[in-house]
């Protein structure tokens, strides 16, 4: 097993890729936290698939747009597993709108949820590996659009962006520590924040089309690539951006 014993801690992990890494990571014998904000039932559900294949998974109730909540989800999954070793911060919302449409809600709600979130997250996850002593492993799920437009998507495109500045500027900072961090930048997952793509037949069309392989992933495909890296197998990557997204970033209309 590739994550025997290792204590990993997935934000928004209720759902979609989250839910993906949550199940994966437990396949491979980790201890898993499953940080949710609105969904009790549907995270206890999971906790249970986990423990009747003989895995360790607690749920705990975090906010992530609210420092003092990723502090105390980090303090709370040490008491449960004794020690810290990966966080994954992988909630995230979009809203689809354009720059000439967005509100100053809108704006910020994405920021504390995207980015706001993998900030202290990461915040709380270093002050924990730094106090435990080790080194330590963050893996922020950032999107292609870190670095690609998404245009009717500024928000999300904004946060992701800063997400991948975080990555790279923490990186530098907590080399010294032995802390990693690494962004992983899915392209189009058939997960809930694509329900209203997934609905219409024309643009799924079109985004296949669009896409080398020819199709959406499964969240499975993105989870097996944070599993890899959270194995210990790919110990000298940090401050950068593992892309799985299908080849969508290089797509060319061949004029
Ligand atoms: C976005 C999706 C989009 C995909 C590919 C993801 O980050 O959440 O809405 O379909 O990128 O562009």
């Known amino acids: 097993m590739l994550l025997k014993d290792r204590t990993i801690v997935v934000t928004g992990g209720n759902s979609g890729i989250g839910e993906a890494i949550v199940l994966a990571a437990a396949r491979e014998g980790a201890n898993v936290v499953i940080d949710y904000v609105a969904h009790p039932d549907e995270a206890a559900a999971l906790v249970q698939r986990i423990e009747q294949v003989g895995g360790r998974a607690v749920g705990i109730q975090a906010d992530v747009s609210k420092s003092k909540d990723l502090h105390a989800m980090v303090r709370k999954a040490v008491d449960a597993f004794g020690r810290l070793d990966v966080l994954v911060n992988n909630a995230g919302i979009e809203n689809?709108?354009?720059?000439?449409?967005?509100t100053e809600a809108d704006f910020e709600k994405v920021m504390a949820v995207n980015m706001k979130s993998a900030f202290f997250g990461s915040q709380a996850a270093a002050k924990q590996f730094i106090a435990q002593g080790g080194g330590g492993l963050i893996i922020n799920i950032s999107s292609v659009h870190e670095?690609?437009?998404?245009?009717?998507?500024?928000?999300?495109?904004v946060s992701k962006g800063g997400i991948r500045m975080l990555t790279r500027t923490a990186a530098v900072e907590l080399g010294e520590h032995g802390i990693r961090m690494i962004n992983v930048a899915p392209g189009a997952v058939s997960t809930p924040i694509n329900?209203?793509?997934?609905?219409?037949p024309e643009k799924m069309k079109r985004l296949d089309a669009a896409i080398p392989l020819g199709r959406m992933a499964d969240a499975d495909e993105i989870a097996d690539v944070v599993v890899f890296l959270a194995s210990g197998k790919a110990g000298y990557m940090t401050a950068t951006t593992v892309t799985v997204d299908g080849g969508i970033t290089q797509g060319s209309v061949g004029l």
């Open 96 to 102: 689809r709108t354009g720059l000439l449409d967005t």
């Open 147 to 157: 670095d690609w437009p998404m245009p009717g998507n500024i928000a999300y495109c």
């Open 195 to 200: 329900a209203s793509t997934e609905a219409d």
